[in-house]
């Protein structure tokens, strides 16, 4: 029965990290529509996110230093190479396409995880890798062809953006899991986290910028996007660190179905034929996995 709690615990804060998730993927669309570039909103995201962490470590009192919570800042570096690939992709992107790609990350989680942690490898989650490779093909397929280009639609410029930053989340996911099993505890591996991001973000809008400037809008887009990517963040962790990452961070990722819908209800983001059957994949993609 313990251990059974145990399990629901990480399936209840991975389904909190989906939510959460597919939220900040829709506020980073609204950011880019509204006109921030993506280092600069990276740079005042970390200002409200880095509290946030601090603040729960405080609280949860599991804010302690240790060797392992180094981990975070090698994850930080992966954080911010995603996320601003992310952010950038969107310029020229759908948010209903990039952020199922996006989500898509815990693929290369869960091959991770298998190879270096010896985590199983079930039928269910060959399957489940399986459809994660159709959902992309899906989705990408449903992007226009050359020569066409209207406003919003994705590009090869704006894929290939947001594959780097799919691959560099799923990397971040796995350094979690290994710092977790090293002994860090959530907080302090976020905490080191948010300190790396926060640096090589503000250190991006120097260079580019030659100066620190909020343009308007940034405290309503990317402050709170900080606020609810921690809150993201914080239940991912805590979920790796009461279940297997191959299957904590599939649920986790499923975040970009909220998006999506969010997308198209409320930006009224085209809903194809492909893109539907891509979202309709990827849904099953979590479903083997989850139960894998």
Known sequence: M???DFVNAAIALALSAMVCGGIGDFLYKQGARAGLPAHRFLMVQTWTFGPMVVLYGLASRS????????????????????????????????VSINAPIFRLSFVVTVLLAVAFLGEPLTLRKLVGIACALVAVWLLMAAAPGPGVRPEGSASVASLTRVGVATVAIGVANFIYKIGLGGGATSSSLLTAQACVVGGLALILVRITDGGVRVPAGAWRHAGTAGVILALAFIGLVEALARGQASVVVPIAQMGFVVTAILGI??????????TALGLAAAAGTILFLAAG
């Open 2 to 4: 313990v251990k059974c």
């Open 63 to 94: 804010l302690v230093f240790d060797p392992a919570a180094l981990w975070g800042c090698a994850a930080g570096v992966f954080v911010f190479t995603g996320f601003y690939n992310f952010a950038w992709s969107l310029k020229a992107g759908l």
């Open 265 to 274: 209800l409320l930006m009224r983001e085209p809903l194809s034929g492909r």
